[in-house]
């Protein structure tokens, strides 16, 4: 090995694989993004389908294969034949991939693998190399699993059973809970996949947590963030342009499953007063119900208000008729949006959220006070922290079981949160909240700290295979 390339492997090479779903891609590309900015080589590797919506500079993008090459998920039968076939074809892939890199100047030092590929970690010990799992969900909701997987809570969790007490961590009410754990019947591949992230854990070098410590942690973490779940917290995957700028030009993720109608974003924005517009989205995987399509529909026409509103191609035919020529004054339907450049915008005033972790964070760290609408999986949880933990926000009610939530209820919450009583003390939480995530990224901060210290091991993982290669070759 010559020199040059003994300079590159001191580098360090991750392989940074998300699950191929926008809330997946953009944390772990944004990690991947903060491993380059630190001095390591990272290389994105992801579905064949989803490889030509990453855009960010600096970091390699190479395919590997979920059996679905030409359209991903949706051409599978169901969610199981999906995941099986990820694991088949992802872990010879992955695989290929590890082997390709080893005979150039770069070989592979360490795969961060999303937590719902844990068959990547398999594949990184067969190689010799370090694993690390990276959890895109919160800690609380995390360590949940985890309990649960280790035998501690019997599903489904029933209203009994409630509060949960997890030493550690907030106590969690029945509406808290994830959908998964109340109803396992509702999901059950989901659920397998969920409880499945922790069979081998054990034998990851590193595993890591999309949040940071001041945000979810009631008691200092100085052994893991619960007896189970030993995280590091390196979060929030926020692009560095709105938070700690030690990233030169980072405003976006750099990858966009969907075409985002940017400049008629912008355009429509700027003649809107600050904070006088709603923004609603439900994000990248939610299917509202007719029903509650049409409440929201109504409930942001009578509020009166100015609002954006990200209505998937997929989710449009379930407007109600007339709808979009109805309140053309008032709001503009989109199919999708840069939410970050969006909510950074003066005139926002309120997000609309289904409460996704992604979402939930982008709005914490910009500062913008929350409407939650939550509709499954962890999104409840999510919502309890924005309303009860943090303070930036409320949960709205639903009014009936399919937890459809009501135009006269989004109206009241929407007004509560926009210029209600409590919104001032909203918007002052709400910074509290944006300045201690910048500290958490920040020089010094708890995250970048975590950071520091994981590129320090990869790299010296790295000196040591160049020594154990020297020594093989008789030097
Ligand atoms: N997002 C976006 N444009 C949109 C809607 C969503 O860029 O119009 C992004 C959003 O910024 C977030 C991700 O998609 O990073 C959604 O992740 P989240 O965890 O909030 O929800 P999920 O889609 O996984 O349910």
Redesign the pocket.
């Known amino acids: 090995m010559g020199r040059e390339q003994e300079e590159q492997v001191r580098g360090g090479h991750v392989v940074v694989m998300p699950y191929p779903?926008?809330?997946h891609i953009?944390p772990l590309l944004q990690f991947a993004k903060r491993l380059v900015s630190k001095g390591l080589k990272a290389t994105i590797a992801t579905t064949h389908y989803t490889v030509k919506s990453i855009y960010a500079t600096n970091i390699g993008v190479e395919a590997i294969s979920d059996g679905y090459d030409e359209g991903g998920f949706p051409l599978a039968p169901d969610t199981g034949t999906y995941l099986t076939a990820f694991k088949t074809c992802g872990s010879k892939t992955l695989s290929e991939l590890i082997r390709k890199f080893e005979t150039t100047a770069s070989p592979v030092t360490c795969v961060i693998y999303d937590a719902f590929l844990p068959w990547a970690l398999d594949v990184a010990k067969q190689h010799g190399i370090c694993g690390a799992s990276f959890f895109t969900n919160s800690a609380t909701v995390t360590c949940l699993f985890h309990r649960i997987h280790k035998g501690l809570h019997t599903l489904p969790i029933k209203i009994e059973d409630t509060p949960l007490s997890i030493p550690g961590l907030h106590k969690l009410d029945y509406p808290d809970l994830p959908g998964f754990v109340k109803s396992p019947d509702s999901y059950p591949a989901y659920l397998a996949m969920k409880l499945s992230q922790f069979h081998n854990l054990h034998q990851a070098d590193w595993i890591f947590g999309n949040t940071f410590d001041d945000l979810e942690l009631q008691l200092p973490a100085a052994e893991g963030v619960c007896e189970l779940w030993r995280g590091t917290l390196i979060g929030p995957m926020i692009p560095s342009a709105y938070l700690d700028g030690q990233i030169e030009g980072d405003r976006g993720y750099g990858a966009?499953l969907w075409k985002?109608l940017d400049h008629k974003c912008k355009k429509w924005l700027e003649q809107k007063p600050a904070g006088s517009v709603a923004y609603v989205?439900f994000?990248?995987?939610?299917a509202l119900t007719p029903k509650q399509m049409e409440e929201i529909a109504w409930g942001l026409k009578e509020s009166g208000r100015h609002f954006l509103w990200?209505v998937k191609e997929s989710e449009r035919e379930k407007l109600p008729q007339g709808f979009i020529e109805a309140t053309e004054e008032k709001g503009l339907v989109v199919t999708?949006?840069?939410?970050?450049e969006l909510l950074a915008h003066k005139a926002i005033g309120c997000f609309v959220t289904?409460c996704?972790?992604?979402?939930t964070l982008?709005a914490l760290c910009l500062g913008v006070p929350m409407v939650g609408v939550p509709k499954f999986a962890d999104q409840y949880t999510n919502a309890k922290f924005i309303e009860n933990v943090w303070g930036v926000g409320v949960r709205a009610k639903e009014e009936d079981d399919k937890g459809t939530v009501g135009r006269e209820e989004l109206q009241l919450r929407l007004r509560e949160v926009m210029d209600g009583k409590r919104s001032q003390e909203m918007r002052r939480n709400a910074d509290k909240w944006r300045e201690l995530a910048k500290k958490a990224v920040s020089k010094g901060g708890s995250s970048d700290n975590n950071i520091n210290e994981f590129v320090a091991q990869v790299c010296s993982d790295g000196k040591k295979r160049v020594e154990e290669e020297k020594h093989m070759n008789g030097f």
């Open positions: 779903s926008q809330g953009n966009s985002p989205s994000g990248s995987l939610v990200v999708w949006c840069q939410q970050l289904h996704g972790w992604n979402s982008e």
